[in-house]
C-alpha cells in the first residue's frame, strides 16, 4: 500500500531555513510526480510545489519562488522541500502528495497524502 | 492564475438534509477538479475524481457534477459522519488551486 512519511518539521525561527523530507513506499517512486501542500492553522489548503517524475521540472506557488526548493532523490525513494528565509507566514503542516493516477494522457486530482509535518516559525 | 471560488465558507445542516457546495473556476479547467473531505487533525480525503467519479470506497451519498467552470459536491443524505470540511482542488494548470473550504456543521 502506498506510504507517504514525512520528517523535518519543528519550529524554528523566522529568517532561518528548514528540509522536509518524505519517505514514499508502496509503488514505484520514480514514475510519478509529487507535490507539497501546505496548511496553515485553521486555515485552508495551500498548494506549494511540485516535481516531475525524473525532477527535471519544477513548480512553485508564487508565496515561496525562489524562497523554496522541491527536489527528489529516486534512488533513496524520497522527496524534499529546502526552505529558506522562512517567515511566521510559512507557519503550517506540510504534506507530501503524490500525484494522481493517469488513465490514457489524462490524470486524475491527487489521492494519497502524508500525514503531514509541522513547521513553526517563531522567534 | 486559476481561482477556485467555493461556496457557501461554511453550512449547518442536520441529519438527513440534502447538502451542496459549489465551485466555480475563473476560467474552464475542462473537468480536471477533486473534492476532498478533511477532519480535524487528518489529511483531506478523496471523494471525487475527474469531477464526477466516485472513489472507491466512498458512500454513493456522495457525488460530483460539472464541467468547464462551475463544479458541484452534493450529498443527497448527510449523515453523522459527513461533518468536515470540504474543498474543491483543481488540477487543469500550475499553480494548482484549491477553493477556500466548506465547514459542514451540525445544526
Known amino acids: 500500500q502506498v506510504q507517504l512519511v514525512e520528517s523535518g518539521g519543528g519550529v524554528v525561527q523566522p529568517g532561518r531555513s528548514l528540509r522536509l523530507s518524505c519517505a514514499a513506499s508502496?509503488?514505484?517512486?520514480?514514475?510519478?510526480?509529487m507535490h507539497w501542500v501546505r496548511q496553515a492553522p485553521v486555515r485552508g489548503l495551500e498548494w506549494v510545489a511540485a516535481?516531475?517524475?525524473?525532477?527535471?521540472?519544477?513548480y512553485y506557488a508564487d508565496s515561496v519562488k525562489g524562497r523554496f526548493t522541491i527536489s527528489r532523490d529516486n534512488s533513496k525513494n524520497t522527496l524534499y522541500l529546502q526552505m529558506n528565509s522562512l517567515s511566521t507566514e510559512d507557519t503550517a503542516v506540510y504534506y507530501c502528495v503524490k500525484r494522481g493516477e493517469c488513465s490514457g494522457t489524462t490524470c486524475y486530482a491527487p489521492k494519497y497524502w502524508g500525514q503531514g509535518t509541522l513547521v513553526t516559525v517563531s522567534s | 492564475d486559476i481561482q477556485m471560488t467555493q461556496s457557501p465558507s461554511s453550512l449547518s445542516a442536520s441529519v438527513g438534509d440534502r447538502v451542496t457546495i459549489t465551485c466555480r473556476a475563473s476560467?474552464?479547467?475542462?473537468?480536471?477538479l477533486g473534492w476532498y473531505q478533511q477532519k480535524p487533525g487528518k489529511a483531506p480525503k478523496r471523494l471525487i475524481y475527474?469531477?464526477?467519479s466516485l472513489q472507491s470506497g466512498v458512500p454513493s451519498r456522495f457525488s460530483g457534477s460539472g464541467s468547464g467552470t462551475e463544479f458541484t459536491l452534493t450529498i443527497s443524505s448527510l449523515q453523522p459522519e459527513d461533518f468536515a470540511t470540504y474543498y474543491c482542488l483543481q488540477h487543469n494548470t500550475y499553480p494548482l488551486t484549491f477553493g477556500g473550504g466548506t465547514k459542514v456543521e451540525i445544526k
Open positions: 516535481i516531475s517524475y525524473d525532477g527535471n521540472n519544477k
Open positions: 508502496g509503488f514505484t517512486f520514480s514514475t510519478y510526480a
Open positions: 476560467q474552464g479547467i475542462r473537468n480536471d
Open positions: 475527474a469531477a464526477s
